[in-house]
């Protein structure tokens, strides 16, 4: 359906699709078996469920998905592709698989750890039974989770804690974790980027300088290069630059369902839907609101109001259309034959499973407008704005006092519901000064608890990081739409300024010198405490993109004229912290409004109410478990013991298509057959227990993030200049960038004409 197609992020320009294509090519398509497995950790199966369907897996030739916790059945005849952590957990758990020489749980083992493999854990490996087994190892260097085509997290809900805890004790190790997964995003991507950063902002900076090093590793091994052709400018900031943000109410769709439908949001992507069938039966199935549904993909970012007339009118034509489906059922109720149940059998699957799109959105919209008609909520949006914006509906300036008598009065509305008075005063402290009078006495009014009264403070903590008192942005005239929806996100500002050129260069410095005097503007800085003396030259030509020509912008800006100089093709924002669905609407309407590629990444994805928690546990140290489940591609994803289980996906329409590129991030290691010799030998000499020595030792941490070390042991690393095998013959092949195609932009709803937000909750449907 055309009218639906529209939206779809094209696969040249969708994180999903690169990631995807990349875990296919470089590890379930490289290993040559008739009979293999799939094993994954906890960790990385976040990872490959983010970007693998199953039906992509089933392609891959993978006949059985085990999780390694898990106890498992052996199968001694298939051969296991290990695609994990390099945490001492999980290389225990390899291990233990094959600590009986007689019976090993597989025949062989292939390894592909997701980021670094730290020594301790690979002279581990080789004095074990296991390297008399392995047939592959490499270091895919996928340590991200796409959550959707223009989005990537680092998979660190603990890290908002560690960086603006009190006790800074894991403020370093944090940021050096984010540098890693970065490079590990630059890596897949296949391009080198032109990086930028908060220069008022510690975390940036330092985010920064550890990704630099990193990038200034893989330029002198020849595996990214900055001197070849075009480049993504990659800006750095943290969660402090914009604390605004994450506290407003944001009425676009995706925003607003996530914030006001708790029921929904708590397992997101995953949605129980009621249906009522023909019969009038009401019949509760579970569906996936993601880039794989159409509809939810189409209104994801448009304006409730705009939202719910779209989703009406587009099923209404939607049914005029298909008149036969229509027809097939009504003709089913009436007549009987051969022909009316050909004719349902025909028509009716494909229009019921669109009809049950628009169904479920068009329920959806009435229920947020519901949510928004009650408990005084248009009030808290009012002095939200004024709050935010400094300003009122036209636009003129609104002083602090008349702010605080807005945020008062609803203070004092018993309709509406405590938490949202807790979060309207911690956005008044954010976007003003919160040492006014006037603003400590609203702070009094509001009758806070002791603990909300400690996270307020941890709140005030965390804005003097940012050094700004202030953090207001007053729109432009003709910015909105709506009198409730005048705030915009930093980030808006952010994209604009970098497509232009006219990102402030002394605000958000270069971390390279030569990048600066290439993309900086005239008035560029001199060279900053945090900015590297790294010379992007002489290095060796850089593999392949896996972004190559994704659509660029006509408002790039032009070639330097330098050597090796090119041009800035695409845009990404990184938010240390936490990024909101806010922010990540600006990154799908500046890449449609300018026919540019722009990308957002974080630590974690944070609605509101999660925000509030995480400013209320600063004083906790941070922790990596995922607080809701990771998003899943085509309604499944990759689970233990059921991947034998039949895929009710249709075929992948795409298949990837590879050149004759050089990989860009894998690192191909010479190690399997060093692995065995060093495990033979030391077999003679080991116990038999030695395998289960550092019990005592494993805390389940993912130490192997925290490796910075640049060097590798000259036994385990080769630069792989071409595909080629191990010693027993297993080929591992080389990461092949997917053909380039030219993204087409994604066409913004009609706005209506400006007006204030209505209350009235009757359905236009």
Known sequence: MDLLERSEVPDDASLIAMTRDRIIENCLSAVKSHLKLLVLDDRSKKIMSSAVKMVDLTTAGISLLEKLELKRQPLPKMDAIYFITPSETSIKNVIKDFQDEDKPMYKSAHLFFTSHLPDAQMQRISQSKLAQHIETLVELNIDYVVREPRVFTTNQPGAFQNLYGPSGANVKAEQQRIAQKLLSFCATTGEFPVVRYVKSSPHSIAIA?????????????????????????????????????????????????????????????????????????????????????????????????????????????????????????????????????????????????LYSKFSIHIGLTKRCMEAFNRGGLEKVCEAEQA????????????????????????????????????????????????????VRKTVQN?????????????????KNVSGRKKQQRMPGKEEWEFDLSRYFPCVKDLYSQMVSGKLDVKEYPFISKDDEDKFGSASASSLTPAQSKRKDGGSTPASGSKWAQAGKSPATPAKSGKKGGGSINKYVIFIAGGVSYTEIREAYTKSASDKIQCYIGSTEIIRPSQFVELISKLGQPGSDDEPSSAPKRGGKSPRALDSDEESDEPPAKRTAKPSAAKSTAAKKTSTATSAKKAGSAAAKKRQESSEEDDDSHDDGSDDGSDESSDERPAKRVTAAKKAGSTSSGSTVKKAQPVAAKKAQPVKKATPAKKATRRRDDSDSD
């Open 387 to 438: 709050a935010s914006t400094g300003g009122n509906t036209d636009n003129k300036k609104v002083e602090t006092d008349q702010i605080c008598k807005l945020v008062n009065a609803c203070l004092e509305d018993p309709d509406i519901e405590h938490e949202d008075k807790v979060r309207l005063v911690m956005l008044l402290n954010a976007a003003v000064d919160h040492s006014d009078a006037k």
């Open 446 to 462: 509001a009758r806070l608890s002791a603990g909300e009264e400690e996270a307020l403070k941890h709140l005030i903590s965390v």
């Open 209 to 353: 300088q550890a990704l630099d090093e990193g990038l200034e590793t893989l330029r002198q091994k020849g595996l990214l290069d900055p001197n070849e052709g075009d480049r993504p400018m990659l800006l750095i900031t943290d969660r402090a630059h914009d604390l605004l943000t994450p506290f407003i109410h944001d009425f676009t769709y995706q925003a607003m369902v996530l914030d006001l439908l708790d029921d929904i949001a708590s397992k997101y992507p995953l949605f129980v839907h009621k249906f009522v069938t023909q019969d009038d039966e009401e019949i509760e199935k579970e569906v996936l609101l993601d880039d794989t549904d159409p509809v939810w993909r189409t209104m994801a970012h448009m304006h409730i109001e705009n939202g719910r007339q779209w989703v009406a009118s587009t099923t209404r034509e939607f049914v005029d259309s298909n008149k036969g489906g229509k027809g097939a059922i009504d003709k089913a109720k009436t007549e009987k034959g051969v022909k009316a149940i050909a004719d349902l059998v025909k028509n009716v699957p494909k229009y019921q499973k």
